[in-house]
């Protein structure tokens, strides 16, 4: 994929369709280390230790609709590319947490790309479920869940457009702050 972003949507929307209520997205970046972590971590069905070896082959998928399934290897490969790392971890009825480390001096990093967008995607195409997000920076954090929002809008849907567009500058005014 040309963006990470677009693989951080494609695995939160298999958590979605694992049937997480709640799916967490951390965004580490360590400029001193050049290091780049992505977290997403949800409480869906998770999967049994045969599927989790089974999940980064790009020929097996739980999906009906395709043959194959790009989004989990493909991320793995981008973060071994660098000479990073990539974890997976499942357990039936729990969830499933999946890491990758990116090393983002690498010449075969792939741009982080609008994950402000992303995130507003998520959230409105899912207004029932919960999402955490979280982007850090060095020693700068910010964090943004939708239970908080969802609180505060009192019964407003999160999918509403006024809702989503505040959504997105919040999440970039933000990330700026950050650095």
């Excluded at 990539?86 to 890491?99: A, D």
Aim: aromatic share 8%; proline share 3%.
């Amino acid at each position: 994929m040309r963006e990470l972003s677009l693989n951080i949507l494609d695995i939160a929307q298999n958590s979605i369709v694992a049937g997480a209520t709640l799916t967490e997205i951390v965004i580490n970046e360590n400029t001193k280390d050049h290091t780049l972590l992505i977290g997403i971590y949800d409480n869906g069905s998770g999967m049994t230790e045969e599927q989790v070896k089974s999940v980064i082959d790009p020929f097996y998928t739980t999906r009906t609709t395709r043959k194959v399934g790009m989004g989990i290897p493909l991320f793995k490969m981008s973060a071994e590319q660098t000479g990073g790392t990539f974890t997976i971890q499942s357990q039936k009825g729990v969830g499933t947490k999946i890491e990758a480390m990116f090393k983002t001096d690498s010449i075969d990093f792939t741009p982080l790309g609008d994950v402000s967008s992303t995130i507003v995607t998520i959230v409105s195409m899912n207004c029932d479920k919960e999402f955490l997000y979280k982007r850090v920076l060095d020693d700068k954090e910010f964090i943004f869940e939708t239970v908080e929002i969802k609180k505060i809008l009192g019964g407003v849907p999160l999918s509403e457009p006024s809702v989503m567009s505040w959504i997105e500058e919040y999440l970039n005014e933000q990330t700026k702050e950050l650095g």
